[in-house]
């Protein structure tokens, strides 16, 4: 069976500061992998996704992430973080059809002025 | 792109009443998705919906308790049943009409009193 951990729960970093978030899954193929956002109130919205190709994958809003097959890990990076990216983020591996998605549980970041 | 619409956003319902969601997709789909997302916590899918056949539900959920009908290629309803302050959660509808890339509804915001 598929999993996702995000390990944090909680980050809070300083505006302009670099961020950092992990997420280690579990599959047993060639994973489709997702983050996704979801500010106060609002729907999820797709970040960035890889599938194949080059394992540095570029995003919306300044976001990238890198899959590393040998740490089963596709960790979200954004060198400058902005007050607006204050939200929740979730890690998600999909299946073969790259839709029925498992999601991690979430990491909430703060951003402190 | 594709763009998914709920009703209703949110409801405040008694307990031991149901309640009716409906998603509608911009596009012709063969699978839906329903997910449930706990206060708190992160998206558990429930049900896979295609159009013409039974929805498939994942471990811990019951057509019972969660009836849902598929009549046509672009639209799908979740029922929760019976409800109890335990199913205060948003619901979320999800397809991918391209078949890449899992879009979301806004989520209807329940709470059972």
């Known amino acids: 069976a598929q999993s996702v951990t995000q390990p944090d729960i909680h980050i809070t970093v300083s505006e302009g500061a670099s961020l950092e978030l992990r997420c280690n899954y579990s599959?047993?193929?060639?994973?489709?992998l997702f983050w996704y956002v979801q500010s106060p109130g609002q729907g999820l919205q797709l970040l960035l996704k890889y599938f194949s190709g080059d394992t540095l994958v570029q995003g919306i809003k300044g976001f990238e992430a890198e899959f590393k097959r040998s740490q089963s890990s596709f960790n979200l990076r954004k060198p400058s973080v902005h007050w607006s990216d204050a939200a929740e983020y979730f890690c998600a591996v999909g299946n073969n059809a790259g839709n029925m998605l498992t999601f991690g549980g979430g990491t909430r970041l703060m951003v402190k002025p | 792109s594709a763009v998914i619409s709920q009703k209703p956003s949110r409801d405040i319902c008694q307990r031991g009443t149901s309640l009716t969601i409906q998603c509608q997709v911009d596009s012709q789909v063969t699978m839906m998705f329903w997910y449930r997302q706990q206060p708190g916590q992160s998206l558990t899918l429930i049900a896979t919906?295609?159009?013409?056949?039974?929805?498939?539900?994942e471990s811990g959920f019951v057509i019972d308790k969660f009836p849902i009908s598929r009549p046509n290629l672009t639209f799908s309803t979740l029922t929760v049943s019976n409800m109890s302050p335990e199913d205060s959660s948003i619901y979320l509808c999800?397809?991918?009409?391209?078949?890449?890339?899992?879009?979301f509804g806004q989520g209807t915001r329940l709470t059972v009193v």
């Open positions: 919906a295609n159009q013409g056949s039974e929805a498939t539900y």
């Open positions: 599959y047993g193929a060639t994973p489709y």
């Open positions: 999800s397809s991918s009409p391209g078949g890449s890339e899992a879009f």
